[in-house]
């Protein structure tokens, strides 16, 4: 048992026993979500349709492809950004310099599977891939996170996240006992928090719609519109890749199992569940309804962007004529909280954009038993992390305004 060193956290998710809950549960959540999606009745609720043996989960060439993806990532992440970004100042005084370049990752990645469909890449074999795919990124979630685990041993305590410095091997496994893991200017948790997965997101979402095609001479009205929506949601995240230099995720949770395994697994095989559905669920669209649901996600998306925009605004400078004007309260972190604009309306206004962005994603399916992905659920869950409290106006937050944190603190990249 490694001992602690320097501040540490409160434990949350029920501290070691829950830690390992979660290891098993999370993973387990994925492979049922995976399964339900493709099975005739498309249940959530009951037991899996078929508990898939290692034949069908182990495959050498999905962890080669795994990996190669991987390889991909990193060396687009090290071609010459547009911009380098300052990070916030450490405990040791220093501001960690990020690559600005997600999103010409994205377009050289697109650039790249477009040949490849030329050359006639079998694109369209991936969705029956899935199972395997999972099954090794979470094997190299969790070799990573043991790996990044060994390093944080030898590392000083102002490189330590507070969350993942309890001095127990499993809970400080799961929640990451380095702030932020690097070697050389590599940074690991940076690196995997938006490109991988949410890239990887869309590539799933092409492949299953290249394959709808192949089955049924064309994709689906249903199919266009969650590809489209969801490319949408990637775009974004990766034009502003800048804004996830204020989140949590980067500025005070270390990287351990937790963030690997939902940035690496959960992101890509859960967040595709709708495309997936429909290949295996075909549902009729017409224009009509089609017009009402690109209407949805539209507002969804158009609140989104006002609240994260104004939230990123004045994180960065809390003086930009823009916010300068708004409202804000004291936290108990010597914060300040915005309570006016598009946060004095409603408590969460990018979650509730979240929330309507993906019920948008989900009508295409028609099936209530299908929900939203867990991005949604996630983000109206309760404060799960409340160390110190607040003013009453806003007495469960934490001073950071995003909040709610149960599986999305496992699981969702916060790119706000």
């Known amino acids: 048992m490694a001992p602690p060193q320097g501040p540490r956290a409160p434990l949350e998710f029920g501290g070691p026993l829950g830690a390992a809950a979660l290891m098993l549960l999370l993973p387990a959540t994925m492979f049922h979500l995976l399964l339900a999606a493709r099975s005739g009745p498309a249940r959530l609720l009951g037991p899996p349709p078929y508990l898939p043996g290692l034949e069908m989960l182990w495959s050498p060439w999905a962890l080669f492809l795994c990996l190669a993806w991987l390889g991909l990532q990193a060396a687009l992440y090290l071609l010459p950004a547009r911009k380098v970004a300052e990070g916030r100042e450490l405990?040791?005084?220093?501001?960690?310099?990020?690559?600005?370049?997600?999103?010409?990752?994205?377009?050289?990645?697109?650039?790249?599977?477009?040949?490849?469909?030329?050359?006639?890449?079998?694109?369209?074999?991936?969705?029956?891939?899935?199972?395997?795919?999972?099954?090794?990124?979470?094997?190299?979630?969790?070799?990573?996170?043991?790996?990044?685990?060994?390093?944080?041993?030898?590392?000083?305590?102002?490189?330590?996240?507070?969350?993942?410095?309890?001095?127990?091997?499993?809970?400080?496994?799961?929640?990451?006992?380095?702030?932020?893991?690097?070697?050389c200017s590599f940074d690991f948790k940076y690196f995997c928090e938006l490109r991988p997965g949410l890239i990887g997101w869309v590539l799933i979402n092409l492949a299953l719609l290249m394959q709808e095609a192949e089955l049924r001479g064309s994709p689906s009205l249903a199919m266009w519109l969650v590809n489209g929506f969801q490319l949408l949601y990637v775009g974004d995240a990766l034009w502003h890749e800048e804004a996830v230099l204020t989140t949590m995720d980067i500025i005070h949770d270390g990287f351990g199992?937790?963030?690997?395994?939902?940035?690496?697994?959960?992101?890509?095989?859960?967040?595709?569940?709708?495309?997936?559905?429909?290949?295996?669920?075909?549902?009729?669209?017409?224009?009509?309804?089609?017009?009402?649901?690109?209407?949805?996600?539209?507002?969804?998306?158009?609140?989104?962007?006002?609240?994260?925009?104004?939230?990123?605004?004045?994180?960065?400078?809390?003086?930009?004529?823009?916010?300068?004007?708004?409202?804000?309260?004291?936290?108990?972190?010597?914060?300040?909280?915005?309570?006016?604009?598009?946060?004095?309306?409603?408590?969460?206004?990018?979650?509730?954009?979240?929330?309507?962005?993906?019920?948008?994603?989900?009508?295409?399916?028609?099936?209530?038993?299908?929900?939203?992905?867990?991005?949604?659920?996630?983000?109206?869950?309760?404060?799960?992390?409340?160390?110190?409290?607040l003013p009453r106006r806003w007495s469960r937050e934490r001073g950071r305004s995003e909040g709610a944190h149960v599986l999305s603190a496992c699981c969702v990249p916060r790119h706000y």
């Open 257 to 389: 199992f937790m963030l690997a395994f939902g940035d690496l697994a959960w992101v890509p095989f859960t967040y595709s569940l709708q495309a997936q559905f429909l290949l295996y669920h075909p549902q009729p669209l017409g224009l009509p309804g089609a017009s009402v649901i690109c209407l949805i996600n539209a507002v969804g998306y158009y609140i989104f962007r006002g609240a994260n925009s104004q939230k990123n605004t004045f994180r960065k400078n809390p003086s930009d004529p823009r916010v300068a004007d708004l409202e804000t309260i004291p936290t108990a972190t010597g914060r300040q909280l915005l309570v006016s604009g598009w946060w004095g309306m409603v408590r969460h206004p990018n979650y509730l954009g979240d929330l309507i962005m993906a019920l948008a994603w989900s009508l295409p399916c028609a099936k209530p038993q299908i929900r939203p992905p867990d991005l949604s659920k996630a983000k109206i869950l309760p404060e799960a992390r409340t160390p110190l409290p």
């Open 91 to 183: 405990k040791d005084k220093r501001r960690l310099l990020y690559p600005i370049n997600g999103f010409q990752a994205l377009v050289l990645t697109a650039l790249l599977v477009g040949l490849g469909v030329l050359a006639r890449l079998p694109l369209g074999a991936l969705p029956e891939m899935l199972l395997p795919l999972a099954f090794s990124a979470t094997l190299i979630a969790f070799v990573g996170s043991l790996l990044l685990y060994l390093k944080a041993l030898v590392a000083p305590a102002s490189a330590l996240a507070p969350g993942g410095n309890s001095g127990n091997p499993v809970y400080d496994f799961f929640l990451g006992r380095e702030l932020n893991p690097r070697i």
